[in-house]
């Protein structure tokens, strides 16, 4: 039985140019494997990352720093990043920590 | 809901307050930042199953870096849309859309978005994607479920463990193998 040495060659390449290798080997051409599309596609803050009570402070003192009023920093918060309750300010570990405690 | 400042003096102060909490953040608060327990062997799993792996995310284009850096995934992403990508932010479907077309030959029935808030949820509805949602971002069980998400879990390590029995395993992306061996 005769085994053909395989290059696996993806689409797009130039399958089917070379019949021979550099020793003269006949190789057997154009094995395209792949996946149909599909996509996994990932929010990050809150998601990814532990990240939404630094975000919050961020805003907070930022809003401190121009002296604006608590409504215009839930006005603007929810503009731009849409608005999240108190509860999602405090990290992934303090709510963990509050819910163990009972609070 | 109160405004005291008109839109358009809203949009001014608006790019200068920006400006300011970008700054802010990257300085003091980025290097503080953590990723959720097992966002790598996650993203593996998905890898090794054939998925597409994309970000898309309100933050920056350099705030989106840095979480690259420090989820270490950077390797298993194919694109990312960021808020430089986007007109709109969630709810409108625009960051998704725009994730999607740099993804190239993808259609919304073929995607899935994952994401903590409801804004994730509704975005991705108008995208006419499908959503699954994380409690990992604070919000109540409740509004996640009534802003769309199909199936919640507590995060990324979650659905790490329960990935078998996921929609990503179930529904993975089907192996396609073309054999064409010419003979001469």
């Known amino acids: 039985m005769l085994f053909l040495p395989t290059k696996i060659k993806f689409q797009g390449s130039s399958a089917g140019k070379n019949d021979h290798d ?4 006949r ?3 154009e094995r395209v494997i792949h996946h149909s599309m599909k996509a996994a596609i990932f929010d990050i803050d809150g998601t990814l990352t532990d990240s939404v009570h630094l975000h919050a402070k961020a805003w ?3 809003f401190r720093h121009f002296g604006h009023s608590i409504s215009f920093f839930r006005y603007s918060i929810a503009d731009w990043e849409g608005w999240r309750p108190i509860n999602a300010c405090l990290s992934f570990e303090t709510r963990v920590e509050k819910q163990r405690q009972g609070d | 809901m109160p405004v005291f400042l008109s839109k358009q003096e809203l949009k001014n102060k608006g790019k200068e307050i920006e400006k300011f909490r970008g700054e802010l953040f990257k300085r003091k608060f980025l290097p503080k930042v953590r990723p959720f327990a097992r966002v790598r062997e996650l993203f593996q799993r998905l890898t090794q199953d054939g998925w597409k792996i994309a970000l898309a995310s309100s933050a920056k284009k ?8 420090i989820c270490s995934i950077s390797d298993l992403l194919d694109t990312e849309a960021s808020s430089d990508d986007a007109e709109e932010s969630k709810p409108h479907p625009d960051i998704f859309q725009a994730a999607m077309s740099r993804l190239g030959q993808v259609s919304p029935k073929e995607c899935i978005v994952v994401g903590d808030s409801p804004y994730d949820a509704e975005a991705a509805t108008k995208a006419g994607i499908r959503s699954i949602g994380f ?3 604070g919000f109540p069980e409740a509004d996640l479920i009534q802003a769309g998400f199909e199936v919640l879990y507590w ?3 979650d659905l790490y463990l329960q990935y ?3 929609i ?3 529904e993975a992306p089907p192996l396609i193998a073309n054999v064409n061996l010419k003979a001469t």
């Open chain 1, 27 to 29: 190789i057997a051409h």
């Open chain 1, 22 to 25: 550099e020793s003269g080997m």
């Open chain 2, 155 to 157: 995060g990324t390590s």
């Open chain 1, 60 to 62: 907070q003192e930022t």
């Open chain 2, 164 to 166: 078998e029995e996921s």
């Open chain 2, 135 to 137: 409690l990992s971002g």
């Open chain 2, 168 to 170: 990503f395993h179930r």
């Open chain 2, 62 to 69: 350099d705030e989106l870096e840095a979480y690259k850096q």
